[in-house]
């Protein structure tokens, strides 16, 4: 049977698809107080030069790999290697894609349940009272395993109708209203008494916190925001057209996800320091400390608090879409052609999957804390294993593949489009796939590892 693989209708839909798929939660939370605690702007500047160094480079090492041989992740490095077994490294990275989708669906699910709470009103109360929610929700066995499965069908019916009508018809939509929302939070945000305090927080340079410690944040941050070693970004390529400029389209996504990030700090660290509160990172920033934070901000204005609040919840909503949209398409576009299923089938198959691992991730965090593995719940391993591992492993070998193992002529055609393009940079761009690219992720392997 041969596999219809349909392709991406035109640029912006590219750009917007590959760029859904690195903007995400880490955006949100993760970004902003890094930054905050890193140094401010002295650590975004050190972040660009980290996506100049390994994130398009990166990018553009797995866009070529997947574009040259139009085809899944596996059957993309089986088809570049010539009966090398290079094929695992496509398998790495639908693997990687998978867990991460099982455990990421979880904190989706969470921010669909506050964006329902909140429509209806139910974050409303003292700090406590949204501490105590929080806590009665993710112990709670039923809610958050529906609400994270829920998350991942809702994904489901964007996969099944293909490329163009699904993933790209979704992108153009999302994407934007993603956007919009964002500045619309910004520009609340930093309206507020004493928000200043807040911007300078983030975007003032403080030089004195700079350390190879920060240099190594900077280096991780880039590396994870980019979906750099999940196959993602092999498997979005294989959709492009054979004129699509990949060096162009790798920027144009980077530029996005950091404004993204950036813009994520201006809407949370004015808002926080106007009622006094310093954010904390991860899950309770979002669920406890940004809940009591709008209604103090929005005490005088509570109709302007509770659209703000909507927004926000409906801001992480599309943010986590865009994200789990390209993890499952990995892994259906790998059944749809290894084993010539329907889409539909395929897609099935993923969402199964994901939802099983979704929902015993989700009661390990919960209901049932002893769903341990190595003395981490079952979401935390898996994403310490993604993390700490599969990523940066996945990562290094595509970097390795393009740089020293495919052709130098093979990789010099897809990066000029054939010779259209005249390929200024592609001398930078290899010396840094081959030399800098591995570096770097082996720092950022030593890293997670607490060895440096």
């Known amino acids: 049977m041969k596999v219809d ?3 991406f209708g035109s640029k912006l839909g590219i750009v917007l698809a590959t760029a859904g798929s690195a903007v995400g939660l880490g955006n949100v939370w993760r970004f902003p107080y890094t930054t905050g605690e890193n140094g401010g702007a002295a650590f975004i500047l050190i972040y660009i030069g980290c996506i100049l160094l390994l994130g398009i ?3 553009v090492s797995e866009f070529i790999v997947g574009r040259h041989a139009q085809a899944n992740a596996a059957k993309a490095y089986d088809a570049l290697s010539n009966g090398r077994p290079w094929k695992f490294v496509g398998y790495l990275g639908i693997l990687t894609s998978t867990i991460i989708l099982g455990f990421y669906a979880v904190v989706a699910g969470w921010c669909l349940q506050y964006l329902c709470a909140s429509v209806i009103g139910h974050l409303s109360g003292d700090a406590e009272y949204v501490k105590n929610y929080f806590v009665a929700f993710s112990c709670d066995p039923l809610k958050p395993t529906i609400w994270g499965v829920v998350f991942i069908l809702i994904t489901h019916l964007v996969i099944v109708r293909g490329v163009r009508g699904g993933i790209e018809k979704a992108s153009k939509l999302l994407m934007p209203i993603l956007l919009v929302l964002l500045l619309i939070l910004v520009v609340a945000s930093c309206l507020l008494p004493g928000a200043l305090e807040g911007i300078c927080f983030l975007l003032k340079p403080d030089f004195s916190k700079l350390s190879s410690s920060v240099f190594l944040e900077a280096l991780g ?3 994870f925001s980019l979906s750099l070693g999940t196959a993602c970004l092999c498997t979005y390529a294989s959709y492009f057209s054979k004129n699509t400029n990949l060096l162009w389209s790798a920027g144009q996504i980077a530029v996005i996800d950091t404004m993204v990030a950036v813009c994520s700090g201006l809407m949370i660290f004015p808002a926080a320091f106007s009622v006094g509160v310093n954010p904390d990172s991860g899950p309770s920033l979002i669920f406890i400390t940004l809940p009591n934070v709008f209604q103090q901000a929005f005490a005088a204005m509570p109709v302007v608090g509770y659209i703000v609040s909507i927004m926000f919840y409906a801001l992480l909503v599309f943010a986590a879409l865009t994200s789990t949209i390209s993890m499952h398409e990995i892994g259906t576009a790998f059944f749809t052609e290894e084993f010539e299923l329907p889409r539909k089938k ?4 993923l969402t199964v999957v994901a939802s099983v ?13 002893e769903l341990k593995l190595m003395d981490f719940s079952l ?20 970097c390795l593949f393009v740089g020293w193992y495919i052709p130098k002529k093979v990789v010099h055609d897809e990066f000029t489009n054939g010779g259209t393009l005249k390929g200024t940079f592609f001398g930078v761009y290899l010396f840094a796939v081959r030399i800098v690219c591995p570096i770097c992720i082996t720092l950022i392997f030593l890293h997670q ?3 440096v």
Request: proline share 6%; charged share 10%.
């Open 5 to 7: 693989r349909g392709s």
């Open 357 to 369: 691992l979704c929902i015993f991730c989700s009661l390990s965090v919960g209901a049932y804390p």
């Open 379 to 398: 979401m935390d391993f898996c994403d310490r294993l993604t993390a700490n591992f599969l990523l940066p492993l996945g990562a290094m070998f595509a």
């Open 346 to 349: 395929s897609a099935w198959i």
């Open 57 to 59: 480079p990166g990018m």
């Open 449 to 451: 590892l607490g060895i």
């Open 221 to 223: 941050q880039a590396f």
